[in-house]
C-alpha cells in the first residue's frame, strides 16, 4: 500500500515561491499518473496539476505559468514548484495518484480529484503579507 509524505509548504507572502515535496513509500511511482491537489477551507478540493507515468503535464488555468510539477522515480518523488504566489493559492496541498492502465490517461488531462487517491495528510500553504 502506498504512503505519501507531502512537506514543503508553509507561510509565504504574495510573490513569494515554495517548493512542494511528496515522497511515496510502499510501491514504485512508476506504474502511477501523479497529481497535486489543494482544498482550501469551506471548498472541494481540486486539481492543481498532473502528470503521466511519461511527461505529459496538464495545470489548472489558475496556476499555469506559475507553478511547474516534476518528478523523480528513483527518489519516488512528486514536485510541485509555486512561483509568484497569490493569496487565493491557500490551501491544504496533497498529492495523489492513480494506476496506470488503458483507461486512466484520461485523467491526466482531467486532473479530476476523484479519479485519484491519496494516501497523506497534505501540507498547508498560507499566502498572506
Known amino acids: 500500500q502506498l504512503q505519501f509524505v507531502e512537506s514543503g509548504g508553509g507561510l509565504v507572502q504574495p510573490g513569494g515561491s515554495l517548493r512542494l515535496s511528496c515522497v511515496a513509500s510502499?510501491?514504485?511511482?512508476?506504474?502511477?499518473?501523479v497529481g497535486w491537489f489543494r482544498q482550501a477551507p469551506g471548498k472541494e478540493r481540486e486539481g492543481v496539476s498532473c502528470m503521466s507515468s511519461g511527461d505529459t503535464k496538464t495545470y489548472a488555468d489558475s496556476v499555469t505559468g506559475r507553478f511547474t510539477i516534476s518528478r523523480e522515480n528513483v527518489q519516488n518523488t512528486v514536485y510541485l514548484q509555486m512561483n509568484s504566489l497569490k493569496p487565493e493559492d491557500t490551501a491544504v496541498y496533497y498529492c495523489g495518484v492513480v494506476h496506470v492502465t488503458a483507461h486512466t490517461w484520461p485523467y491526466v488531462a482531467s486532473c479530476a480529484p476523484n479519479r485519484y487517491d491519496f494516501w497523506g495528510q497534505g501540507t498547508q500553504v498560507t499566502v498572506s503579507s
Open positions: 510502499g510501491r514504485s511511482l512508476d506504474f502511477y499518473h
